[in-house]
């Protein structure tokens, strides 16, 4: 008799010890996208398989705190033409840029440690970033005119995103590098 209500009470036990699928399933998946050259650049993947789209809209509609966060996270002005004081002359900059615009799902903070990002329908923090187009073999334009070797290089700034945690549903704010600008940088 005592064994059957043990044997009963071992089966109990291990029924309502069972961890929950619904989101610790997330943190074993691997998150990394299986083509990168073609769906992630500067660490930012967009097309992701699996990510947790449910999940992260039942989460930040619970936590109302964060929906200022969510728009147009950082944004390069456009079409910038660079002007004298007076309003007479106007500018080209040495090196060619690319406007890049992303809505990220995974990217590696800071530490390098990759972040489930919240993106999803109403919910959205969108990426716009300029990058070096490298048109000019990697040169900036009017170098001839020095007498030192240039390069166009990249700029890179940190910004914060709302990521999600898997371990415990949690929101959090993490800091993030990403691309912002080129530059003409000479050498000796």
């Known amino acids: 008799m005592h064994l059957k209500f043990l044997l009963l009470l071992t089966c109990f036990f291990g029924l309502t010890c069972v961890k929950s699928q619904s989101f610790t399933r997330y943190r074993n998946r691997n998150f990394h996208n299986p083509n990168p050259q073609k769906n992630c650049s500067y660490n930012i993947c967009e097309h992701i398989p699996n990510y947790p789209e449910n999940v992260i809209k039942e ?12 728009g147009d996270v950082v944004g390069p002005a456009k079409d910038v033409t660079l002007s004298d004081r007076s309003g007479g002359a106007s500018y080209e900059p040495f090196c060619k840029t690319t406007v890049v615009t992303k809505i990220p799902r995974i990217m590696k903070d800071v530490d390098n440690i990759e972040r489930v990002i919240v993106n999803v329908d109403g919910y959205r923090q969108v990426i716009k970033f300029q990058t070096c187009s490298f048109s000019n073999g990697g040169k900036c334009y ?21 990521t999600i945690n898997i371990d415990n549903n949690d929101l959090e704010y993490r800091k993030f590098q990403i691309p912002t600008a080129c530059v003409c940088a000479y050498s000796d």
């Open 142 to 162: 009017g170098a001839g005119l020095l007498t030192r070797s240039t390069s166009c290089v990249q700029k890179f700034n940190i910004i914060k995103l709302v």
């Open 59 to 70: 989460t930040v509609k619970g936590n109302k705190a964060f929906h200022s966060y969510f």
